[in-house]
């Protein structure tokens, strides 16, 4: 107790006694506020339970949605590109008109072909000709057996480059009809690489045509997963423009290698039909998977580090107290942290807040999981 002095001069004096109780009160509350100071302060902390371990695991891969059939367009025949007639997103119909190349030295080949006609024409009367009177002079006896079959073989060489003149006319005329880029489904455009004045060789993409019908989702996915991925599996897709809308896919297609430069493999999911899905969204897939491990899971915000090692924070209930415990991470997933080692069913784990944790550190556990501590400390000496 602290016990003030005073001078013998100032003791004598009246206000002696007044002073005295003022400074016995000052130091009554100092001692009452020291010993309000004194009080612990519990750090509320937000845990979790650690479930039992499952035997399956879930991978989510994310995707595109495209047509199941596309169609890159190009010309039958090689040119210069005179018009592009759609843009990417336009609707076509069948038989509607892409683009077109210059057809000026097709139309000369036609000309060309159409004169190579005539003069065969030309040979093949002629050559009739020759063959009736060498007929009329072999039956009068005037003209000999080969003579005869010398202009039947004169008129049957005739007929044949007839035959081939309208051939390679037919020909000519056939390319100038190719060089119209005509839609062959109906469709959307999700490409156009050609431009005007470009010069193409037949064959080069120049339209790409989404075809209308069924859709389908293409995902990649890494060699450590593929297995899971086998053609029939059903899927979860998920799409980011609708996030309540969920479909039942089933994976139509793998491929048979990896990609060379992500080492991933081309996963095509089957996907029913709905308006509200279009091309090119954004899609998410899920997918189950056996294992093996026993592995457990924890969020994300659960893991720390200590001593470049990952631990969790553990709660004891009974003595509202945190401990560090070494943990082996196997992966993440969307939901959290998945581990092999380290936890077991039961165990609580601080969810929030690990940065703040210290050895037995006490902590103010939230009311529900209090009372079950309680509960499971009485039916314990109960037991007993």
């Known amino acids: 107790m602290f016990s003030p002095v005073f001078p013998k001069s100032f003791q004598k004096s009246r206000f002696a006694p007044l002073l005295l109780l003022s400074v016995l009160a000052l130091a009554g509350c100092t001692e009452a506020e020291t010993s309000e100071n004194t009080v612990e302060v519990l750090r509320p902390v937000k845990v979790v339970e650690v479930k039992a371990p499952g035997t399956t695991r879930s991978l989510d891969y994310s995707g595109q949605v495209r047509a199941r059939r596309e169609m890159a367009l190009g010309f039958r ?16 119909a069948t038989g509607d008109v892409l683009a ?15 004169a190579n006609v005539a003069a065969a024409e030309r040979q093949v009367e002629t050559t009739e000709l020759s063959l009736k009177r060498a007929r ?20 049957n ?52 045509v989404a075809v209308d019908g ?18 029939g599996k059903a899927v979860d897709v998920g799409f980011w ?21 992500s080492r991933t493999f081309a996963v095509r999911i089957g996907i029913p039909a709905d308006d509200r899905v279009l091309l090119g969204m954004t899609a998410a897939v ?53 581990i092999a080692s380290g936890l077991s069913a ?25 009372q079950s501590a309680l509960s499971a400390s009485a039916e314990h000496l109960t037991m007993r």
């Not at 040119?79 to 592009?84: A, L, V, W």
């Not at 039961?346 to 209090?370: C, I």
Request: net charge negative.
């Open 77 to 92: 025949v090689s040119g210069k590109i005179t018009e592009r007639l759609v843009d990417v997103g336009d609707r076509v």
């Open 100 to 114: 077109r190349l210059d057809t000026s030295d097709y139309e000369l080949q036609v000309r060309s072909a159409e």
């Open 136 to 155: 009329d002079l072999f039956a009068k006896n005037v003209a000999s057996k080969s003579s005869l079959e010398q202009a039947e073989l004169s008129y």
């Open 157 to 208: 060489q005739a007929v044949a480059a007839r035959d081939d003149a309208a051939s390679t006319l037919d020909q000519s005329r056939n390319q100038v009809r190719y060089t119209d880029l005509a839609a062959a489904e109906n469709g959307i455009v999700t490409a156009a690489s050609g431009e005007v004045g470009q010069v193409v060789s037949s064959g080069t993409p120049v339209v790409t």
């Open 214 to 231: 069924e859709k389908e989702v293409l995902v990649a996915v890494p060699e450590t997963d593929i297995l899971a991925f086998q053609p």
């Open 241 to 261: 423009s609708y996030p309540g809308l969920t479909l039942k896919g089933k994976v139509r297609e793998v491929a048979g290698s990896a990609d060379l430069r």
């Open 286 to 338: 899920r997918a189950a998977a056996d294992t093996d491990e026993t592995l457990v899971s924890v969020p994300l915000a659960a893991l720390a580090e200590k001593d470049d090692k990952p631990i969790v924070w553990t709660v004891d209930p009974a003595r509202a107290t945190v401990h560090a415990r070494d943990v082996e991470v196997v992966s993440f997933d969307a939901d959290g942290v998945r």
């Open 346 to 370: 039961g165990d609580l784990v601080v969810a929030a807040g690990t940065q703040f944790m210290t050895e037995d550190l006490k902590v103010k556990l939230p009311s529900e999981v209090a």
